[in-house]
DNA sequence: CGTATATTCAACCAAATGGTTGACGTTTCG
DNA sequence: CGAAACGTCAACCATTTGGTTGAATATACG
């Protein structure tokens, strides 16, 4: 549980890797296209959706020869009930609840 | 602001320094008392909060000989926030507004 | 003043992280 | 079949991380 956490907030502590998830917000794709716009290696996106496999942030199913990747944003929600504690401090966190109402709303 | 979110999220990673940030949501504290629960050396915890401080998670003050450790939950918001941004493919985030709710109304 | 308390600093160490390159297995396509 | 595309693996490297210990600094106390 603690060891889930540890790895969720790890892997969200690269900016390459919070590049891609925003990426796989809008839409699956292959390993070599969310390797297409960063300048750096296949093998080093590779091993940072293993990452976030690892993490559970993503999945990827191989069809063919390709292998596509998948946000899957549950994995979020342990790290963001944990983080909401602490608004238990705020007199109101007006942002946060804002967020909720819009994503609620739509 | 990406280096923000980097500090913040690579801070939460580590379980010794969340263990921390709740001790510090009952009550300020000083280094000292921070330290003494764990089974590390007094060095590494301030080491921790040095990183704490860094991230903007926590601020501290020196009064006297003693340095008093405080929790600065407004920096979890840009950190929050960037994470609510996935919940809009969620159905329904309820243990988060749970919580908040009851933070509320508290 | 001298000593105890509170905290950091510096040097060191092992392990993890983020990247590279080159070789390798699979699957598809002509 | 042979070649190209997709992706991972293995070895390597530099840097960062999380911990240790021992000395150093600053403040308080008797």
Redesign the interface.
């Known amino acids: 549980m ?2 889930q ?2 790895q969720v ?2 892997a ?4 390459t890797r ?1 590049r891609i ?2 990426m796989l ?1 809008e839409d699956d794709m292959a390993v070599t296209d969310v390797a297409d716009p960063f300048e750096m290696s296949l093998a080093a996106i590779s091993k940072h959706l293993g990452v976030l496999t690892a993490a559970g942030l993503i999945s990827q199913e191989k069809r063919g020869r390709v292998k596509w990747c998948k ?1 899957e ?2 994995a ?2 342990g ?12 007199a ?2 007006l ?3 804002e ?2 109402l819009e ?2 709303l ?1």
């Open positions: 603690t060891a956490l540890d907030f790890a969200l502590a690269d900016p919070r998830l925003a917000l946000l944003p549950d979020l929600r790290a963001s009930v944990w983080m909401q504690g602490f608004g238990q401090m705020d109101i966190d942002d946060a609840f967020v909720f994503h609620q739509k």
